[in-house]
């Protein structure tokens, strides 16, 4: 069993509808959780970071940490076609997060 | 402009060649590190160093090579050795040390391929 489960899709929705991505893990230790957007070829980028459990909301983006369920979404409301891209979530037990441990992706496709 | 650099964006390797990936970055980062992304994998951290002089093998490291010898390079040697070396390779880095708030900044990648 991988320590980061996250399903690869792909995901179609149609533009402004919420868009709901998930990973579940099973490190206890975790304390960190990364959402990052990775376009067709690019690097990724960081979207959001949260601490222990929550939420956190930036613009259109909210992310929530259920840590009793080992559990974390990310939340896209008013999705629009640039939001296509694959999300992939990250998470670490200790600062620094030199042993950063992804989910293998979620590739998610906004249809106009 | 602040960012992290890698070149190239391509590469194509003869099996049994070594090759070397570029990494730079003016972030002022003390930590950089070197993923590996297959399709239906995710990332897989090959080699990291949180100062210069310095490195720590990753989960993946069999194959591959790095050195850190000015704080901005951190470039990844692909050797003979790996057995299966076709995949994208992106370089991140970090600010590094204790701080609770330290978050890993990508590159834009290079896809390697051997021929």
């Known amino acids: 069993q991988k320590e980061v489960e996250q399903d690869p899709g792909p995901l179609s929705v149609p533009e402004g509808a919420i868009v709901s991505l998930n990973c579940t893990y099973s490190?206890?230790?975790?304390?960190?959780f990364m959402w990052y957007r990775q376009y067709s070829r690019k690097g990724p980028e960081l979207l959001m970071y949260?601490?222990?459990?929550g939420n956190k909301e930036d613009g259109r983006f909210t992310a929530q940490v259920d840590k009793s369920s080992k559990y974390i979404s990310l939340f896209i409301r008013d999705s629009q076609p640039s939001d296509s891209a694959t999300y992939l979530c990250?998470?670490?037990?200790?600062?620094?997060?030199?042993?950063?441990?992804f989910g293998t992706g979620t590739r998610l496709t906004i249809i106009p | 402009d602040g960012g992290i650099t890698q070149s190239p964006k391509y590469l194509f390797r003869k099996e049994g060649q070594n090759v070397t990936l570029s990494c730079e970055q003016n972030?002022?980062?003390?930590?950089m590190y070197w993923y590996r992304q297959d399709p239906g994998q995710g990332l897989r951290l090959i080699y990291y160093?949180?100062?210069?002089?310095?490195?720590q093998k990753g989960d993946i490291a069999e194959g591959y090579s790095v050195s850190r010898e000015k704080k901005e390079s951190f470039p990844l040697t692909v050797t003979s050795a790996q057995k299966n070396p076709t995949a994208f390779y992106l370089c991140?880095?970090?600010?590094?040390?204790?701080?609770?708030?330290?978050?890993?900044?990508f590159g834009p990648g290079t896809r390697l391929t051997v021929l």
């Open positions: 490190n206890s230790a975790f304390q960190y």
């Open positions: 990250a998470m670490s037990a200790v600062y620094g997060n030199e042993k950063l441990t």
């Open positions: 949260t601490y222990s459990s």
């Open positions: 991140a880095s970090s600010r590094g040390g204790q701080t609770s708030t330290d978050t890993q900044y």
């Open positions: 160093s949180q100062i210069v002089n310095d490195f």
């Open positions: 972030l002022n980062h003390d930590a």
